[in-house]
């Protein structure tokens, strides 16, 4: 069988000129969020919380019996449950954590399939 020269033209290539666009063309007409814009908002959201949080602990003052591994006592039901929310919170982060971290080491090319083990 005979072999076949390589495919190249003989034309040569020009560069491909790049699209010139006027000034402010492509400009959102709405100014689009920015990093600051969304941390703003998140403390204007932190801060509503913890206005509620507080107003909450305000009204359940009143003692309830709590039991936990064994152990007995009286607390103060807001007291009681802003431990138990943070005791939550806590096991979210930790597993938010674990999981981000998995994904970070799959991007960084742990997997390059992206296949689970």
């Known amino acids: 069988m005979p072999v076949q020269p390589a495919s190249h033209s003989t034309r040569s290539r020009q560069p491909v000129e790049p699209e010139v666009r006027a000034p402010g063309a492509d400009t959102p007409t709405r100014a689009s969020g920015t990093r600051t814009s969304a941390a703003w ?9 913890l206005v509620a949080l507080v107003v909450f602990m305000l009204q359940n003052t009143g003692p309830v019996a709590v039991s ?14 802003l431990i138990a929310g943070l005791g939550v919170g806590i096991v979210v982060l930790v597993f938010a954590s674990l999981r981000i971290g998995q994904l970070r080491r799959r991007a960084a090319g742990g997997h390059p399939t992206g296949a689970r083990r």
């Open 41 to 49: 908002f998140g403390v204007c959201v932190g801060v509503l919380v």
């Open 68 to 81: 936990f591994l064994g152990m007995t006592g009286t607390a103060p039901l807001a007291l009681a449950l």
